[in-house]
């Protein structure tokens, strides 16, 4: 089916900058891949939305990232990215790349392991 990795994750101090990236595998019909997003969750906290974009390249953030975080897409890759900076110790999460596919067959939403996102001095 679908896979989802992430990777870029790590240790970055306050106001540091760091690269998300997510590849999907498997069987993809990539126009059906509608949007793609991340989404972290700190301990003891739900799972919230980040950011996402859509196939057609509209963006949405989560008002605590706006400005200092950018989602791009790489359709022919299957591949998003998240760029992050400014980076704030509440950033600090596991950052969970999600992948949305409809219609046909495969549909539904798809999860990644998650990568660990820590800022701190």
């Known amino acids: 089916q679908v896979q989802l990795v992430e990777s870029g994750g790590g240790l970055v101090q306050p106001g540091g900058s760091l690269r998300l990236s997510c590849a999907a595998s498997g069987s993809i019909v990539s126009r059906n891949v509608i949007v793609m997003g991340w989404y972290r969750q700190a301990p003891g906290k739900q799972r919230e939305s980040v950011a996402r974009?859509?196939?057609?390249?509209?963006?949405n953030y989560a008002d605590s990232v706006k400005g200092r975080f950018t989602i791009s897409r790489d359709n022919a890759k299957n591949t998003v990215y998240l760029q992050m900076n400014s980076l704030k110790p509440e950033d600090t999460a596991v950052y969970y790349c999600n992948l949305v596919l409809w219609p046909g067959v495969g549909s539904g939403n798809y999860w990644g392991q998650g990568t660990q996102v820590t800022v701190s001095s």
């Open positions: 974009i859509t196939s057609g390249g509209n963006t």
